[in-house]
């Protein structure tokens, strides 16, 4: 038995067991702090400790079965901490707490720490800035305003001179004016936000959710807006009821989303749980996400922002994470004009949502619109509809139902067509499916380079309902459909076990190698 110290802070420490058990530890275990029993019977693979002094040296010893590992880790300084109710902060639910909590921020030197103490906190959006710590104690909830025109404007695009331009809001990767968030980072970098707190963006009760698809003065806010930011963690805390996207990094680097709980109800609109856009080095690890849209969609830009800026999304972990509900629970697209570059899922396991990985491009999405290097590793998924989707045809927006996106005719290769490389599947067992194993859809002039299976295994559900395995113009519903590839250069399958399915378990059209061991 061993683990890992993955995350320290000045407060707090988050470890992870080393194994190969998904997201559950197949064993419970205890952890002792100095001596002292800290947690009983804990059976997630990541955790984390609190309410620690800072510059001080702790000995943890994790115990599973009798064997005990011990370490020692030392956390971080603190220059000062100053408490939010010093500032005026009453945290009653009622009264406004906005500019007590923005007072203490501004007024925190370089590696303090904001400290928020149980209770409720309404509040209008919250700014950052550099170099803080903010931490939530257990029950302190940041609790977002119903009032509409108490959220601040972030203009889309703002120009002054013909060749610098500079932007604030964005929309489904586009430049446009959008609300600030509950929490919003403008440029900030060396931020910390941990503890077991709540950021609460209050949606169900504001009117954030009617009409959602119309644009009243601007598009929604976020929860947690945070646009060309720079090493970032957040540990800890549970986000809910969001406006819309609940988590959306932007053009930012060097991030870390740790042991974190993101719930919204499942029929909430557009309420996806974390969207990294054009972002790199990012570390997704022991995050719990319930939501009513994708859980993790990773983006890059629709095409003027991937064409103007090429910053792919890149270099990201996704390990030790539970997905429910979602439309999809790893998410690719389908504003990916920057590209999106070497990532890994391992040890995760998805329940319930419509698609497991799902990767959605179209026609117009652009040549740097390309999609590389891409592993599933050790993944459980159960109840999943269709555990595997890769879609060149995503008919989504206004212009996603043209003849130019849907047309399975031969185009031209050329400025607006993207690319998607290979995708790799490995010792993934999927219960419960019921559209299909797998649908592989390509560009007939642009095929998806390789898709590979290794020990994988894909069992339908007796009772199923008719659906269309991807979001695409003229394709009829399925149910215990096999794996279905078409326009893909190559297919891989190795120890490939399907299940109850309908039909052929492998139909293979338009490949240019088929390779089935």
Not at 81 to 108: R, Y
Not at 138 to 161: C, F, H, Q, W
Not at 252 to 260: E, V
Not at 309 to 335: P, Q, T
Request: aromatic share 10%.
């Amino acid at each position: 038995m061993n683990y890992n110290i993955i995350l320290v802070t000045s407060r707090s420490v988050t470890l992870e067991l080393e194994n190969k058990d998904i997201y559950f530890s197949a064993n419970p275990y205890n952890v002792y702090l100095d001596g002292k029993q800290v947690i009983e019977k804990n059976n997630k693979n990541v955790f984390s400790l609190y309410d620690l002094s800072p510059n001080t040296e702790y000995e943890v010893i994790v115990e599973l079965q009798g064997e005990k590992v011990s370490k020692t880790f030392k956390t971080l300084e603190e220059k000062v901490s100053i408490n939010v109710k010093d500032f005026g902060a009453i945290g009653d639910g009622k009264n406004d707490d906005t500019s007590a909590i923005q007072a203490a921020i501004l007024s925190c030197p370089k590696d303090g720490r904001v400290f928020v103490p149980a209770g409720i906190y309404y509040v209008r959006p919250i700014f950052l800035k550099s170099d803080l710590t903010l931490e939530f104690e257990k029950n302190a909830v940041l609790l977002g305003s119903t009032d509409r025109d108490a959220y601040p404007i972030l203009p889309g695009r703002i120009s002054e001179k013909e060749d610098i331009e500079f932007y604030l809001g964005t929309w489904e990767g586009s430049p446009e004016s959008c609300n600030a968030s509950l929490i919003t980072g403008l440029y900030v970098e060396n931020v910390k936000i941990i503890g077991l707190g709540t950021l609460d963006g209050n949606a169900q009760n504001a009117t954030w959710w009617e009409n959602a698809k119309v644009m009243r003065t601007c598009w929604r806010p976020r929860t947690v807006f945070l646009n060309q930011c720079k090493n970032i963690t957040i540990q800890g805390m549970t986000i809910q009821n969001s406006p819309s996207w609940t988590l959306h990094p932007y053009f930012s680097d060097d991030l870390n989303f740790i042991d974190i709980n993101i719930i919204n109800p499942s029929n909430s609109p557009n309420t996806d749980g974390l969207d990294p856009e054009s972002c790199g080095n990012v570390n997704i690890i022991g995050v719990n996400i319930s939501v009513g849209d994708d859980c993790i969609a990773i983006k890059s830009g629709k095409l003027y922002m991937g064409q103007t800026f090429r910053k792919k999304s890149e270099n990201m972990v996704i390990r030790n994470c539970h997905m429910r509900h979602g439309h999809g629970a790893v998410v690719l697209g389908s504003e990916m004009s920057g590209g999106i570059a070497n990532l890994k899922v391992e040890q995760c396991l998805f329940e319930q949502t419509d698609r497991g990985l799902r990767i959605k491009t179209r026609r117009g999405r652009g040549k740097f619109a390309t999609v590389e290097n891409v592993s599933f590793q050790n993944i459980k998924m159960d109840k999943v509809l269709t555990p595997f989707v890769v879609n060149m045809f995503y008919h989504c927006d206004p212009d996603g139902k043209v003849e130019y996106v849907w047309t399975k005719d031969k185009l031209p290769v050329d400025d607006r067509t993207p690319f998607l490389g290979e995708f790799h599947f490995e010792d993934i067992e999927c219960t419960g499916a019921e559209v299909a194993a797998g649908y592989f859809y390509g560009l007939p002039e642009q095929k998806i380079k390789k898709v590979s299976f290794k020990n994988v295994k894909i069992s339908f559900a007796k009772e199923t309902q008719p659906n269309k395995p991807a979001m695409m113009c003229h394709i009829e519903p399925v149910d215990k459909l096999g794996i279905f590839a078409n326009n893909v250069e190559t297919v891989q399958l190795e120890n490939i076990d399907i299940v109850g399915n309908d039909g052929e378990k492998v139909i293979i059209e338009n490949c240019d190698n088929y390779i089935n061991n």
